[in-house]
């Protein structure tokens, strides 16, 4: 099968180095340490989960609508 794009096809196995033949490192490792979910929960249990944003309380103050008094 040839690739519709020259050059973007992989060589054929035999032809392969060492580092096109093994699968892509994900960079994560086992982790060694102990507790790792309890610690995850303990990191997000302070969160909330729909935090206000940055303008959010600007943008209700700007908007604001309030009564018009009258002056007698």
């Given amino acids: 099968m040839s690739s519709q794009?020259?050059?973007?096809?992989s060589p054929p196995m035999e032809k392969q180095t060492d580092?096109?033949?093994a699968a892509p490192s994900s960079?994560?490792?086992v982790s060694d340490k102990p507790n790792t979910?309890?610690?995850a929960k303990d990191q997000l249990?302070?969160?909330q989960s729909n935090p206000?944003?940055?303008m959010?309380?600007?943008l209700e103050e700007q908007f604001k609508k309030t009564m018009p008094q009258n002056k007698d």
């Fill in 37 to 39: 979910e309890q610690s």
């Fill in 27 to 29: 960079g994560q490792g």
């Fill in 56 to 58: 959010e309380d600007h």
């Fill in 5 to 9: 794009n020259q050059g973007r096809e």
């Fill in 52 to 54: 206000r944003g940055v």
């Fill in 45 to 47: 249990k302070n969160l």
């Fill in 19 to 21: 580092a096109q033949k």
